[in-house]
């Protein structure tokens, strides 16, 4: 803490810095927190990439929508807590908190889940809210961690809200304690159910902004350690959601310790910066070269919306959902025929159920592209469509009815930067939500019984 403080007096005797300084060292602190703490959550852009998208708003590459779309909603989260942060007379709020989740996550979306069966099934993660699902996760030895549950959240995020404001006002602890705890508190309530290590992140570095101190950046390079800080600290805490949200300093020690070199690092760079000194570093060299073979290319090009892995997306996470419960919905409607014909593949023709270009998909199973063989591979490439037929045909014997058969598509089709699903388009990145399918399915199932009803002959 000695060499902190050393460290901070200087960097304070520096201010203001020259305007090219400053600048440089906004520059810097702006693409390597955006980079580095999505890259923690596993984006994909490169530093390449992220560079052109936040200083010069270009976009080049094969990366999804979603990954661009995340980087730029996590670098105005980054200017909300800087504005924020600046107001010393306004308190840290939860409504402020749940703002900045809404803010990087940008809209509400789908992700796969499991149910307590173990069966797939598929939730809705709801922006800027806090979670209604319980949420854990697997340790290195396989053993499942948990967090808060949601009817305990909203309690522990007030009290550590609370605790935060009081500790800012005292005093008592330094700014990089209030940091650490608050993270860390943070991360064991694990209140959202998407985007808490990066909202831990941007309110670490609004509180240490608050005091005039530069931000910390934990690199992705850097992850294990990170991980192994936090990890250790939970040993001395213990393994209840009660015991993380209300952990002392003294039991989070060896997180505090990785919490205070990286802010070391932060202020040693700031002070260089302000000096006029160089602030590259060894990896940034690399990262030039990326940024110089993404200029050189002929051609600029926007995301790859229709990737093959967002194709194999729309069937993860949304259509394969849609087509188990609809299939399910219809069962009791086979019972009035003798055939109940459910044709669901990828197809390079849009319409067609047979001939070349198809296979057969595996309802309850994710398809990996990593496991999928040449041919196809092939087909989800070039695939322009995820077919779904549905045919009730050939009335049993002994029913009062006229032979009818019934029909129906409720299939996907794909375009460059969007798909179509019951006469609507969604950008890739995008899923219908749960109140659309189950009007798609109603529907249909609407139809079958008014035909079914129709075919019975009065007496």
């Known amino acids: 803490m000695n060499k902190i403080q050393q460290l901070f007096d200087e960097w304070q005797r520096l201010q203001p810095l020259k305007p ?17 703490s999505n890259h923690l959550e596993g984006n994909t852009l490169t530093y390449g990439q992220t560079k052109l998208l936040l200083m010069f708003g270009e976009t080049q590459g094969s990366a999804s929508l979603k990954d661009y779309e995340e980087m730029k909603a996590h670098n105005v989260g980054l200017e909300k807590i800087k504005i924020e942060a600046l107001d010393r007379e306004r308190p840290l709020t939860e409504s402020f908190i749940r703002d900045l989740n809404k803010t990087i996550l940008v809209e509400n979306y789908w992700e796969t889940s499991r149910t307590e069966e173990g069966l797939p099934t598929r939730i809705e993660i709801r922006v800027g809210e806090y979670k209604s699902r ?3 996760v697997i340790t290195p030895t396989e053993e499942e961690f948990t967090y808060a549950a949601p009817e305990e959240t909203a ?3 007030t009290a550590l809200v609370e605790w935060c404001n009081k500790a800012m006002a005292e005093g008592k602890l330094t700014p990089i304690e209030i940091a650490t705890l608050f993270h860390y508190r943070f991360i064991r309530i694990h209140p959202f159910q998407d985007g808490n290590g990066r909202i831990a992140r941007l309110i670490v570095n609004f509180i240490l902004h608050r005091f005039g101190y530069p931000m910390v950046i934990i690199h992705s390079e850097d992850k294990s350690n990170y991980l192994s800080a936090l990890r250790q600290s939970d040993v001395e805490v213990g393994f209840s959601p009660s015991d993380g949200a209300n952990a002392s300093l003294v ?52 995301p790859a919306l229709d990737t093959p892995q967002n194709k194999l997306n729309v069937y993860n996470l949304f259509h394969r959902f849609f087509a188990i419960e609809l299939k399910a919905a219809l069962i009791p409607a086979s019972d009035f025929f003798n055939t109940y014909h ?118």
């Open 20 to 36: 090219e300084d400053q600048t440089r060292l906004t520059q810097k602190f702006m693409l390597e927190f955006n980079y580095n």
């Open 155 to 157: 309690s522990m995020m």
């Open 251 to 302: 039991q989070v020690q060896p997180f505090l310790k990785y919490m205070v070199t990286q802010l070391e690092r932060s202020l040693e760079l700031s002070i260089k910066a302000a000096k006029g000194e160089s602030i590259e570093d060894d990896s940034d060299f690399k990262k030039q070269l990326t940024l110089l073979k993404q200029k050189a290319q002929k051609e600029k090009n926007s």
């Open 342 to 459: 459910f044709f669901y593949f990828f197809s390079k023709d849009i319409g067609q159920i047979s001939g070349n270009g198809f296979f057969s998909l595996e309802e309850m199973k994710d398809l990996s592209s990593e496991l999928l063989t040449d041919k196809q591979k092939d087909i989800v490439v070039n695939s322009q469509s995820i077919m779904l037929k549905i045919g009730l045909q050939g009335i049993r014997g002994g029913l009062k009815m006229k032979d009818i058969s019934i029909h129906h598509d409720a299939g996907v089709t794909f375009e460059r930067g969007y798909y179509f699903f019951n006469g609507k388009s969604f950008v890739y990145g995008t899923y219908p939500s749960e109140e659309e399918t189950k009007l798609v399915i109603d529907a249909i199932k609407k139809d079958v019984l008014l035909k079914i009803q129709n075919a019975i002959h009065e007496d």
């Open 134 to 136: 319980p949420n854990s």
